[in-house]
């Protein structure tokens, strides 16, 4: 079965400080993906940032990286210089491509920047 | 740019009625999915396709039907509305093949009664 598990139900970071978001997955297909979203509060799903699990490096994409530990089935987040509009919900997704393509999500970590 | 579009936005129910929520996409997108979203609960599958003609369940697949007639149409139906069903749903659609991060719909909120 596959799973996807976010063991921080809320977190708080002073602006400009980095954060790490936490993401547990569990597969034993070696062809996946991995995604982050963001959701505001006005409630859209915002794409973030993805990895494969056959990408030899971390993925990055501006102010977001993902380390990608796969020994470990880690996917953690990490947000560089946040700023107040980083406060949002965040959820981690796994797609399993041998599964025809399902999609699931993790319970999400609501983070919040302080001025 | 409309992207995914989900219709109704809102829709407040009785119990036992029944609704469909309508969900078009105009991306040429081969999958298509329905979440249900829940406070400390994520993003939960309900069912999905993979094509025109093709359904999957999900994780909570139970109270829900849908159907997949034309490719950029996916459709979520309540046959029997329930208390439990209140939340927000949102469509989602991705590519095939390549990563495939999904594309979402504005979510639609609906109350039952």
């Known amino acids: 079965a596959q799973k996807i598990t976010q063991t921080q139900p809320g977190m708080f970071v002073q602006e400009k400080e980095a954060v790490t978001l936490d993401c547990t997955y569990d597969t034993s297909d070696p062809s996946y993906g991995l995604f982050w979203y963001k959701q505001p509060s006005s409630g859209e799903m915002i794409f973030l940032i993805y990895?494969?699990?056959?990408?030899?490096q971390n993925a990055t994409e501006g102010r977001y990286s993902l380390n990608f530990q796969k020994a470990r089935k880690s996917a953690n987040l990490v947000i560089s210089a946040s700023q107040l509009g980083d406060s949002a919900m965040y959820f981690c997704?796994?797609?399993?491509?041998?599964?025809?393509?399902?999609?699931?999500f993790g319970s999400g970590t609501r983070l919040s920047i302080r001025p | 740019n409309a992207g995914v579009t989900q219709t109704p936005k809102f829709r407040v129910l009785k119990t036992g009625q029944s609704m469909t929520l309508l969900c078009a996409q105009d991306?040429?997108?081969?999958?298509m999915y329905w979440y249900r979203q829940d406070p400390g609960m994520g993003l939960r599958l309900i069912h999905y396709s993979v094509g025109e003609g093709t359904t999957a369940k999900g994780e909570v697949p139970d109270g829900y039907n849908v159907s997949r007639l034309k490719k950029q149409n996916f459709l979520l139906g309540l046959e029997s509305a329930a208390p439990s069903q209140t939340s927000v749903y949102f469509c989602?659609?991705?590519?095939?093949?390549?990563?495939?991060?999904?594309?979402f719909g504005e979510g639609s909120r609906l109350t039952v009664l």
């Open positions: 997704a796994m797609r399993v491509y041998s599964s025809a393509s399902k999609i699931i």
């Open positions: 991306m040429n997108h081969e999958y």
């Open positions: 989602a659609s991705s590519s095939a093949p390549g990563p495939g991060e999904l594309f």
């Open positions: 990895q494969g699990s056959y990408d030899q």
